[in-house]
């Protein structure tokens, strides 16, 4: 046993002793930190990805470290800078733009791009992706593991209730009614929007829909107390407490996934980064659509975008650039988009014959994209986490009965409005 | 008689019922872990037992990485506040110097203000002295230890006098009283600040999730906080199972020795 | 013993590892919290400067810091009572002869030993509305099913009880080793005598156990203010701040809010709260001292 221990540990320097010394046959290394918010194996297929770079790019050398989910990503990523192993780049929260920008991390890809092709590259994504990514007339985040909010819905519970199961709710009014049926037909709850987590989110989707965005282009005026912000949270409230088809209280945004996947219930509201983990998993017939309208369709887009630190050498910044381009290449992003459920990033990723196969036997798969049509960048401002923060806290508010919509959404811009008063 | 056998059932079966509730997240713990994922909120005792769990937990996160960590971690620690402590509190259990006193009680405030609520500038001071994600920079704000001096004075103080004269008639210098006569004598006095130490830093999060950044630094606790962050969609089997493996050293050391565990809690509470 | 220029000496170095690191560490960051806390955060558009005690005014103002001291109190407080009711409890359950009680003793004391990160998990499945165990019990008796955490009324509280299963096993150990300190003698007069044991409990083992509780309550106390692990993984805070607790804002605003002034004031009323829990600590063994 005890030589067992001892060449096991010797072993185990001798790979140590290798490593370290393996990686200085590299010419550049590049530390990126990534997030994950949603299901399943992901860190191994960002893993994944990376050695397929490195295997093309002899020459790089690229730790991806997971550092939890995005708020835990940012930490790290900007402890980083101030450590003995900065990051190069890192996948980060698309809203934390401003935050970036204001800590004077980041450099805009527009500093970057010098031939002609790369400056095409820069517009070959959607342009609804990449208005989380611009401020200041620059491109600051490339999008990677970009999302938007879409309806899962289970198809048994539907055809229990009577409900047609190839049409999901359109309407407000539908989902409502539909969700009355369900609950009053099955033992199951009609709908689950999820409070917890990323409620600010989530809201962002129900605005929309009422036909009005959260804050303005330079990320320092927030709308608040809008009216029809207010008939979103009253109509988010009444959900649950008027028409009792959703839970009342917040909903844990973690445990909705098996919620969902137990019958409890019918439509859960939810990132289509979890598409894959719920194809994998669900016993029942399921299908994916757009989100109702009330005044209109409406998502907010979601997820990471990549940035590229301006603490790093010019030799640095032209290694992201080459990882970056590929991790966002169509081939790359249309396995990305397969194995997760997040978007391809580019209109060429749909065209590649890969992705092209995979939608063809799973439509679901491209609920997603068409829902790009009629999305919105997602909250972001100065002192995002702070702004975010309150929203939160106001749905949560309104949500658990405390306050009324109104004065919860009211007092909420009232101190989004202090807070971002000296960026104007 | 009659009344005292009542009292005495009542007794025995409230104490089970409070014994099986204290351990029933350990129980579900297993019953996650060793059952496929479908069963994990059904509970069926013919559900069949699988490893799976185990294999795809230790698949999908650099576990090995981790404990090796973690080890590091709480071994630096350990010895480093052996030593640390060991000395000072040789000082003040045999030295009458000016400002003893005074000494100790400026020591003993660390008993109030725990590492834990100085993150913000004690990351600032890691930053400084370039520590950020080290394993180093894990341990070294716990290194010396208001509690372990307090403990061991208490012990050297009721070791005689007259080992130490006599030591030092054979010719022993300082170190050599030290490990001669005080730390063979103070031992239980070590296993038992040993076994607190080595559970509080295997299980500590907060500073470490503050100052590691990447996986070769991780301590287990954060590794499993950032793994099974609810964010990404809970998968209690899986969970489970890691958090088996983590706790599965301590749990196993505290089954085997459990006397030696509680003692050793209860005399370094009763110092 | 040894009072010599030479043993001053000595005496000294000894001390001074442990000076330097508990320097460095305790009371160095004690003292530049509060410089920092009179300073506001720099970036790159507003570097940082002096403004007093702005930072305090905020604080005061800010609804957020303010649930979350009540918070903490209700925590402290609702930790601590069960806890000790229970640890006392348990530590009788052990003490007497009942069938198995290695066993029972061990579980009671196994929540000491496990990360709290990793208990959250397992708790998250308990709370969880309806798949989770305690509404599949619930409902399977009968009962409605109810959202734990996602409820302002009872998600605190679900947290104290974590808390309380985390530490009770705990402090049970202290008790034990009290009981187990009372004479046999005592115990055997007492039954010649004819006492009840509720007579007993009254009259010899709980004023017996009065040094220890105030111990385990100072212990607990402090506990309530530096564990926050939990809040991670379960509740981050919500609904609406109704579980925040201070440890918790402050690593929130230093780290989220990347305010590390507002972080470092809040700290600093968190180390004030802690200084009058340790006053009321040093009266309290003063008069233990001369009961003695």
């Given at each position: 046993m005890l030589k067992k221990i001892k060449i096991s540990f010797i072993g185990l320097t001798t790979i140590v002793f290798v490593m370290s010394f393996a990686t200085k046959l590299f010419s550049i290394e590049l530390n990126m930190y990534y997030p994950v918010a949603v299901g399943g194996p992901l860190t191994k297929i960002v893993d994944g990805m990376v050695n397929d770079f490195e295997r093309k790019n002899p020459d790089v050398k690229v730790n991806a470290i997971y550092a939890g989910n995005y708020n835990d990503a940012r930490i790290k990523a900007l402890a980083a800078l101030k450590s003995g192993k900065p990051a190069q780049l890192s996948v980060m929260f698309s809203i934390d733009i401003y935050e970036l920008i204001e800590q004077d991390a980041i450099v805009p890809f527009d500093d970057l791009v010098t031939s002609y092709e790369d400056k095409a590259w820069l517009y070959s994504f959607y342009p609804t992706l990449m208005e989380n990514g611009v401020t200041d007339g620059k491109v600051w985040g490339i999008p990677f593991q970009r999302s938007t909010i879409v309806m899962y819905y289970n198809k048994d519970l539907f055809r229990k209730a009577g409900?047609?199961?190839?049409?999901?709710?359109?309407?407000w009014n539908e989902l409502v009614s539909y969700g009355k049926k369900i609950k009053s037909s099955t033992n199951s709850w009609g709908v689950m929007i999820p409070s917890t987590g990323y409620p600010y989110w989530m809201f962002g989707a129900l605005t929309m829909q009422n036909d009005q965005v959260l804050m303005n282009g330079d990320g320092n005026v927030t709308y608040f107390d809008h009216p029809n912000v207010v008939g979103a949270l009253q109509f988010w409230h009444d959900l649950g407490n008027k028409h009792k088809v959703m839970p009342s209280g917040t909903i844990e945004w973690g445990t909705l996934r098996k919620n969902f996947l137990e019958g409890k219930t019918a439509i859960m509201w939810h990132s289509t980064g979890n598409l894959t983990t719920v194809k994998k998993n669900a016993k029942f017939d399921f299908g994916v659509a757009m989100l109702p309208a009330s005044k209109r369709r409406g998502t907010p887009t979601g997820g990471g975008n990549f940035y590229i630190f301006k603490k790093s050498s010019e030799a640095e910044k032209k290694a992201s650039m080459r990882l970056i381009k590929f991790m966002t290449s169509p081939e790359q992003a249309a396995h990305w988009s397969m194995a997760t459920g997040y978007m391809g990033v580019s209109p060429a990723s749909y065209q590649t014959s890969a992705l092209t196969n995979y939608v063809k036997q799973f439509p679901p798969a491209l609920v997603a994209r068409d829902q790009l049509n009629y999305a919105t960048a997602e909250l972001s401002t100065f002192q995002t986490g702070r702004v975010r923060k309150l929203l939160d806290d106001a749905i949560q508010s309104a949500l658990t009965g405390n306050k009324t919509p109104k004065s919860a959404l009211k007092g909420a811009q009232k101190n989004a409005e202090k807070l971002l008063k000296r960026y104007k | 008689m009659k009344k005292y056998f009542k009292n005495f059932s009542i007794e025995l079966f409230s104490a089970w019922i409070l014994a099986l509730f204290w351990i029933s997240p350990l129980l579900y713990a297993f019953w996650a872990a060793f059952h496929p994922n479908e069963y994990a909120i059904h509970f069926n005792v013919l559900a069949p037992l699988t490893l799976e769990n185990f294999i795809e937990a230790w698949e999908q996160a650099p576990f090995a990485r981790y404990f090796f960590n973690t080890f590091l971690i709480v071994s630096s620690i350990l010895i480093a506040q052996f030593i640390v402590c060991t000395l000072a509190a040789y000082a003040f259990a045999r030295y009458n110097f000016y400002g003893s006193n005074i000494l100790f009680a400026i020591i003993l405030i660390q008993l109030m203000i725990v590492p834990e609520v100085l993150i913000v500038e004690n990351y600032k001071i890691m930053t400084n002295l370039n520590l950020v994600d080290t394993i180093f920079g894990v341990g070294l704000p716990y290194m010396a230890s208001a509690f372990g001096i307090f403990l061991l004075r208490q012990t050297f103080k009721t070791i005689p006098k007259e080992l130490e004269e006599a030591a030092r008639v054979e010719g022993c210098k300082l170190f050599g009283i030290l490990l001669k006569v005080y730390v063979p004598l103070a031992k239980p006095t070590y296993l038992a600040y040993g076994l607190v130490s080595v559970s509080y830093h295997w299980n500590n999060f907060l500073w470490p999730l503050v100052i590691t950044n990447s996986v070769d630094t991780r301590p287990l606790t954060v590794g499993l906080a950032i793994f099974g962050a609810p964010e990404s969609g809970v998968n209690w089997s899986i969970i489970s199972a890691a958090t088996l493996l983590s706790i599965s050293p301590l749990l196993l050391g505290f089954i085997l020795f459990q006397k030696q565990f509680i003692q050793s809690f209860m005399y370094a509470g009763i110092k | 013993m040894f009072k010599n220029n030479l043993s001053q000496v000595y005496a000294w170095l000894l001390i001074t590892p442990a000076l330097i690191l508990m320097g460095l560490f305790t009371h160095i960051p004690s003292f530049t919290t509060l410089i920092s806390s009179f300073f506001s955060t720099g970036t790159k558009k507003f570097p940082s400067k002096f403004i007093g005690f702005e930072n305090y005014e905020l604080a005061l103002d800010d609804p957020i810091f303010l649930e979350a001291v009540l918070n903490n109190l209700w925590y402290a407080v609702a930790t601590i009572i069960p806890s000790v009711f229970l640890a006392i409890l348990m530590a009788l359950f052990v003490d007497?002869?009942?069938?198995g009680r290695v066993l029972v003793r061990m579980a009671y004391f196994t929540p000491t030993i496990l990360p709290m990160i990793a208990v959250s998990n397992i708790w998250l499945f308990f709370y969880t509305p309806e798949i989770g165990l305690i509404d599949q019990i619930a409902i399977n008796l009968g009962f409605g099913s109810q959202n734990w955490l996602g409820d302002k009324e009872t998600v605190l509280n679900c947290l104290i009880l974590i808390t309380i299963w985390k530490e009770a096993g705990f402090f049970m150990i202290f008790y034990l080793a009290a009981l187990q300190n009372i004479p046999p003698e005592l115990k055997e007069a007492a039954k010649i005598e004819g006492a009840s044991k509720y007579y007993f409990f009254r009259r010899i083992t709980f004023p017996l156990l009065m040094p220890i509780t105030l111990f385990v309550v100072i212990n607990a106390t402090l506990n309530s203010f530096k564990l926050v692990d939990h809040l991670f993984i379960l509740t981050k805070g919500g609904p609406d701040n109704a579980s925040n607790l201070i440890l918790y804002y402050i690593y929130e605003s230093a780290f989220s809010f990347l305010d590390s002034s507002y972080a470092a004031t809040l700290t600093v009323i968190l180390l004030l709260i802690l200084a009058i829990v340790s006053i009321v600590q040093f009266v309290l063994f003063d008069k233990r001292i001369h009961y003695r």
């Open positions: 409900l047609n199961p190839n049409k999901p709710p359109n309407t | - | 007497s002869k009942i069938k």
